[in-house]
């Protein structure tokens, strides 16, 4: 929703603005359709040469992220905390043995069903069953420090993946105002072939040219960087349930006792999304 509004208010600024101090807006909206031709073509040419198939819809995903905002809410990480404490505490009591069916197939696993959101997510249920087998076949005998490394090694590959059609993005957002530069040449070019015109219609065809430049700076950093930049803060957002998971089992292999391990787990939260102290453990006695 907001950046639809934010488009409204950009659009209705920047035009009634230049209305209402005097300029005609007639010959930019006759000019808007042919320098967006060759913009918005350049453009699309531009993201299909550097890009697959696969980033080109990964770009189209990202953009519905932006218009659906985060994806994990307080009751996410809730569910995250208590899930992974749950697995975390049978490994503690029970034993390797007791936890490896639920790792090894979380679909089946009784603990795992409970939350049937968390466990639509393949990448977070694929870093906490992967992370626990490790744990497993060692037999509890893996240094945690080498097991904080290979949750980082995951964590940071998925990050890496998931910022791509960011990049994509911002590059676009880079690359416009150049490509604006280049309609705005090929108005130029036009207009000096019609060297002998009055100058009424040269100072049309001149304006109809800066016209190009004009869309490419405004598409680039009043629409394209906004969104490469809330998808930035959407990915990072979502990428602290990952950490949430990380934080509650190398903490409880380091043997810390509960309280210190669910505000390891905690701390790492958005104030948004952060549940309460007591609502993490009323729930995990309820549990």
């Known amino acids: 929703m907001f950046p639809i509004i934010g488009f409204v208010i950009l659009i209705v600024m920047v035009f009634g603005g230049f209305a209402i101090t005097g300029g005609a807006l007639e010959p930019v909206m006759e000019a808007i359709p042919h320098e967006m031709l060759i913009i918005g073509g350049a453009a699309v040419g531009a993201l299909v040469i550097g890009n697959s198939m696969k980033e080109l819809k990964a770009v189209g995903g990202g953009l519905v992220k932006v218009f659906k905002g985060p994806r994990y809410k307080k009751q996410d990480y809730l569910d995250t905390i208590f899930l992974v404490s749950k697995l975390m505490k049978m490994l503690r009591t029970e034993g390797p043995i007791a936890l490896e069916p639920h790792v090894e ?18 990448t977070l249920i694929a870093l906490i069953a992967d992370t626990l087998r490790l744990v497993v076949v060692s037999s509890g005998t893996l240094d945690v420090h080498a097991v904080e490394e290979v949750m980082d090694n995951t964590i940071k590959t998925h990050h890496h993946e998931v910022q791509g059609p960011q990049t994509t993005l911002q590059t676009l957002a880079d690359a416009l105002p150049a490509l604006g530069i ?71 292999l380091h043997g810390h006792p509960q309280p210190l391990v669910i505000e390891a787990a905690r701390s790492g939260i958005a104030h948004s999304n952060q549940p309460g102290f007591a609502e993490v453990f009323d729930g995990l006695r309820g549990r």
Request: aromatic share 6%.
């Open 182 to 252: 280049v309609a705005a040449v090929l108005g130029v070019v036009k207009t000096m072939g019609s060297i002998d015109k009055p100058p009424a219609v040269l100072g049309a065809m001149i304006g109809s040219a800066l016209v190009g430049t004009f869309m490419g700076v405004l598409l680039a950093y009043g629409l394209v960087a906004p969104l490469a930049g809330r998808l930035q803060q959407i990915i990072d957002a979502d990428a602290a349930i990952y950490h949430t998971v990380k934080q509650i089992i190398i903490a409880s």
């Open 105 to 122: 197939d979380p679909t089946s696993s009784a603990i795992f069903s409970e939350y049937p959101r968390l466990l639509a997510d393949h």
